[in-house]
């Protein structure tokens, strides 16, 4: 479901970009404006789990929304989503409207069947191995987790300026 739900913000993505929205993210205000707040959001996200993450998580987390609306959020929220689609996915449409508007439904499809098996891989890995997330292990994944979250903020949010 959190596929599903992350399927249900890419498809306007795409729509948008073949429709011809691609030309707005051109305008470098447009480009300051979407860096840096990018990287203000993930600053933010990796401070948020770098100081509350300290204490291991027990049993399974209670979530507070659906998996289909946790993907929704997940998604929509993540600032390098858009700057994928407005980078590497604009080219990979560009490649499959080649095909026609056929090329590009197939690339969605296969696009997102992509996507769920890889959230179906994940998933079931951290399942299947779950009894090796000692406390200490989990503290460590969410330390390099938030570290890299905050790097990638600050480079997002300082490369508008170079």
């Known amino acids: 479901m959190i596929g599903i739900g992350h399927g249900i913000v890419e498809i306007p993505i795409i729509a948008l970009i073949y429709f011809g929205f691609a030309s707005y993210l051109d305008n470098s205000m447009v480009k300051m404006v979407t860096g840096l707040a990018g990287g203000v959001l993930l ?13 291991p998580v027990e049993g399974a987390a209670v979530m ?8 929704i959020v997940m998604t929509g929220g993540n600032p390098y989503v858009f700057l994928w689609w407005a980078t590497i996915g604009m080219a990979l449409i560009t490649g499959a409207l080649a095909f026609g508007i056929l090329g590009l439904v197939l690339f969605t499809v296969v696009h997102l069947t992509c996507d769920i098996t890889w959230d179906q891989v994940v998933s079931m890995t951290v399942y299947r191995t779950r009894h090796l997330w000692t406390p200490r292990v989990q503290k460590i994944v969410f330390s390099i987790c938030a570290l890299v979250l905050i790097s990638f903020g600050i480079w997002y949010g300082v490369s508008v300026f170079l």
């Open 43 to 55: 600053l933010v996200m990796g401070l948020l789990i770098l100081f509350t993450f300290r204490k």
């Open 64 to 71: 507070p929304y659906s998996p289909l609306v946790t993907g």
